[in-house]
C-alpha cells in the first residue's frame, strides 16, 4: 500500500540519520546559528520542500470510507486522509461527482488515482447502499476507518415541517448510517481494530428552534455513536460522534447567503450579526472545514486510540456547557 503515500509528505529521518544530524550541528557550533542550521538543511532547498512530517499516526495504506465527501467538510477529511497515505472512498449521490472530488483530491494531495475510488450512492436508499458497499468489497481490503459524514440541513419552522421531512432527515442522517456502521463494524471487531465516526453537530446538544427535525436526528446519531462504543470492550475499535460548530463549508454558505438575502442584509452583514449572537464563541470567523478535518483525522489515527464514546466538540466554544 506504500504507493498511496502523498508525495508531499517529508520522510522522517531514522535515529541514526538524526543522531549524525545533531553531530553535525555540533561540530558547526562556533558558527553563527545559521550557518549551523545550513549544515542540516541545505541551502538550495526550497523552504516548501521543508514540509512537516505526517502528524497523524496509522493512516498510511488503510481503507477508508468518508461518505458526502464531493465537498464541503467531508472533502476536506477524505483529502486529510488521502494525504496521510490512506486508501480513501470518495462517496456522493452521482458518479459525475464523486469522480471529479477523487480527480480533484489526487492532484491537490500527489496521491495516484489507483489509490482513490469514487463510488456513487444515495445511501438513504437501501437499493443504493447494496450497491454501495459491494463495491467497496470488490475492493479487497478491509473497511478499517468509516466516516459518517453525509446528511441534510434546512431551516424550516416546526409547525410546517412535515411527516416526510421527518421521515428525510431520519433516512438520511440516521438509518442510513446504521446501515454503514452495522455492516462494517463486525470485522473491525473481529479485527480488534478500526474506527467508526459520525459528522454530528452541536444541535445535538443545544437544538436548534429553527431546525427541530435536524436537530432531533443528531441527537439520535449521537446516541447510535456512544451505543456502538459500549459494544468495543476488549478491542482497540472506537466510535465517537464529532460535535461540529460554524464552520464555512460550501453548503454553509450557501444558506447563509439565502437567509441573509431574506433578511434583507448582505452575507457579510448577516455574519456579523450570526457571530455576535454567540457570546461564547471564541473564534471571530467561522471555522475552515480543514480545521474541522483535522479532528476527524486525530480520532482516527493512533493518537486518538483513547477516545471512545465521545460526543466530541469541535466547536471553539459555541456550546456553553462544561
Request: glycine share 8%; hydrophobic share 40%; aromatic share 6%.
Amino acid at each position: 500500500m506504500g504507493i498511496c503515500q502523498s508525495t508531499e509528505n517529508t520522510t522522517v529521518p531514522s535515529p541514526s540519520q538524526q543522531q549524525q544530524q545533531q553531530q553535525q550541528v555540533s561540530k558547526n557550533s562556533s558558527q553563527p546559528l545559521a550557518s549551523a542550521v545550513q549544515a542540516v538543511v541545505p541551502a538550495s532547498a526550497p523552504h516548501k520542500a521543508v514540509a512537516p512530517p505526517t502528524l497523524y499516526l496509522g493512516l498510511k495504506g488503510k481503507l477508508v470510507i468518508v461518505t458526502g465527501s464531493t465537498k464541503g467538510i467531508g472533502y476536506a477529511i477524505a483529502t486529510g486522509f488521502a494525504r496521510h497515505g490512506a486508501l480513501v472512498v470518495v462517496n456522493g449521490r452521482t458518479q459525475a461527482a464523486v469522480e471529479k472530488a477523487a480527480t480533484s483530491i489526487a492532484k491537490a494531495t500527489n496521491t495516484p488515482a489507483a489509490c482513490l475510488f469514487p463510488i456513487a450512492g444515495d445511501l438513504s436508499k437501501k437499493s443504493d447502499f447494496d450497491v454501495f458497499v459491494a463495491k467497496v468489497d470488490k475492493i479487497g481490503v478491509p473497511v478499517e476507518v468509516l466516516v459518517n459524514n453525509h446528511g441534510i440541513f434546512d431551516f424550516k419552522p416546526f409547525t410546517v415541517e412535515t411527516d416526510e421531512e421527518w421521515q428525510n432527515y431520519f433516512d438520511v442522517n440516521v438509518l442510513s448510517q446504521v446501515r454503514l456502521s452495522r455492516h462494517y463494524l463486525p470485522g473491525m471487531l473481529e479485527r480488534k481494530t478500526g474506527r467508526i465516526l459520525f459528522s454530528s453537530s452541536g444541535a445535538a446538544v443545544t437544538p436548534l428552534p429553527i431546525a427541530v427535525a435536524y436537530s432531533v436526528s443528531k441527537v439520535a446519531q449521537v446516541a447510535l455513536a456512544r451505543s456502538l462504543a459500549e459494544l468495543t470492550k476488549g478491542t482497540e475499535v472506537t466510535v465517537n460522534s464529532v460535535l461540529i460548530g460554524p464552520t464555512a463549508s460550501e453548503g454553509a454558505t450557501a444558506k447563509f447567503g439565502e437567509l441573509a438575502a431574506a433578511s434583507g442584509a448582505n452575507q457579510e452583514q448577516f455574519l456579523e450579526g450570526f457571530l455576535a449572537s454567540m457570546p461564547s464563541y471564541a473564534l471571530n470567523r467561522l471555522a475552515t472545514s480543514e480545521e474541522t478535518a483535522n479532528i476527524f483525522l486525530f480520532l482516527a489515527s493512533k493518537q486518538g486510540l483513547l477516545i471512545n464514546g465521545t460526543s466530541q466538540r469541535a466547536d471553539a466554544a459555541c456550546i456553553r456547557y462544561i
